[in-house]
């Protein structure tokens, strides 16, 4: 989707202009992919722009960069805070928050810890994403992919930096050149992992089924939150190795993520799923996350950071 320019970017605790974003084409992070980032959702609700788990979201980029012996020079606190100054600043919501921590401009070569830590703050306007994500139409189209996704002991699933989506980008651009929306990664062990920058669910006679952190998943904030949904509405779940058939004959699959938010899935590999039409449960479980960011239902786990009106001294200022 299109970037849709914004009058700022928050940069090392100060606001920029956005075309003054830029960075030395010898910066660590260009030739070795050292960064570590985000992706949030500030939603639109009738009390005003309110941002979806921001302090979690800021915990796993601190736990990334820490994974990426990075130190931050900033703390969890603080980047929630410009995160709100940020959408405040620019008056644009709902929209799509992108953090990111990379190594800058300091030695060539492979070693990354002499090269100072660049911290970048951006949002613009976003809408859906697979075409799906507010819950409209019966769900897309995905496959197998034939790239396995990252192995143990390689690079850590846990830590969202830019490196892995490498994987994901393979991943993403085999499906999209053989017809699909989406592509599902297998993991070292041909078990179900997660799709290209989603997490997975699988239902099947009722039950939640999903694939524990071994299975090379990347701890989703909105997978996070279908399970405690999940929970509360009664349904059983189980985390455990998905083998690949299990997508053939379940009666209902679906992706979770940022961006993703909840995505019905229609067919795996030309296989229809279920029906082929939107599941009951994955429809409940999209009433209750939707109408919890839309401010139609109270917020009940205190997921909603809203940005106040009341100016505030950016971070660093």
């Known amino acids: 989707m299109a970037i849709e320019k914004t009058e700022k970017i928050w940069h090392n605790g100060k606001f920029i202009a956005w075309d003054d974003a830029t960075l030395h084409v010898m910066s660590h992070v260009v030739h070795y992919g050292s960064s570590v980032f985000e992706g949030i959702r500030c939603y639109a609700l009738p009390s005003g722009p309110a941002i979806f788990r921001a302090t979690e979201h800021m915990q796993r980029l601190v736990d990334s960069a820490r994974i990426y012996r990075t130190d931050l020079p900033f703390t969890r606190d603080e980047l929630v805070g410009a995160m709100i100054d940020l959408v405040r600043q620019n008056g644009v919501w709902p929209c799509y928050i992108r953090p990111i921590a990379f190594r800058g401009y300091g030695e060539a070569g492979v070693n990354p810890l002499n090269c100072p830590v660049e911290v970048f703050m951006i949002n613009f306007s976003w809408g859906k994403y697979l075409g799906h994500g507010s819950g409209e139409g019966e769900g897309v189209d995905v496959c197998i992919s034939s790239w ?6 390689t690079l850590p699933a846990m830590a969202k930096a830019g490196a892995n989506y490498m994987n994901s980008q393979l991943i993403k651009m085999e499906a999209m050149a053989n017809g699909y929306s989406e592509g599902i990664a297998l993991d070292v062990n041909g078990y179900v992992s997660e799709g290209s920058g989603e997490n997975l669910f699988v239902v ?16 989703g904030i909105t997978r996070d939150s279908v399970l405690q949904i999940a929970r509360d509405l009664g349904i059983k779940i189980v985390e455990q190795q998905i083998p690949r058939e299990s997508l053939y004959i379940a009666d209902e699959v679906f992706f979770t ?3 993703a938010e909840i995505t019905p899935i229609r067919s795996v590999d030309k296989i229809t799923v279920g029906t082929g039409k939107l599941g009951p449960m994955t429809k409940s479980l999209q009433a209750e996350f939707f109408g919890i960011v839309r401010g139609e239902k109270p917020d009940r786990y205190h997921w909603l950071t809203p940005v106040p009106v009341a100016a505030r001294q950016p971070v660093g200022v």
């Open 148 to 153: 396995t996704r990252i192995a143990p002991n």
């Open 204 to 219: 099947r006679n009722g039950v939640l089924h999903t694939a524990p952190m071994g299975n090379s998943v990347l701890p």
């Open 257 to 259: 993520g940022t961006a």
